[in-house]
């Protein structure tokens, strides 16, 4: 039988650590932002790095690609 999903949420929160209990509070007092509101230097900071990007002045990697080079660092 399916359990209902207010059922499995009351399962989640009771068995959840504080830490997540304060995290779920927080998302579901606050809400998340309707919008997000950028500043002129930021639109023009993202728009930097795209020019770079489709000029090849910079490189893109996958998730994966990222935690490669990160674990294969020699420090």
Request: negative net charge; aromatic residues 10%; glycine residues 6%.
């Amino acid at each position: 039988m399916l359990t209902s999903v207010k059922e499995e949420l009351h399962k989640m929160i009771d068995e959840a650590d504080d830490i997540r209990l304060n995290e779920i509070y927080d998302w579901l007092h606050d809400g998340t932002p309707d919008s997000i509101q950028y500043s002129p230097a930021e639109i023009e900071t993202f728009y930097n790095r795209l020019s770079g990007h489709q000029e090849g002045k910079s490189k893109s990697f996958t998730v994966e690609g990222s935690f490669n080079l990160i674990r294969n660092k020699k420090v």
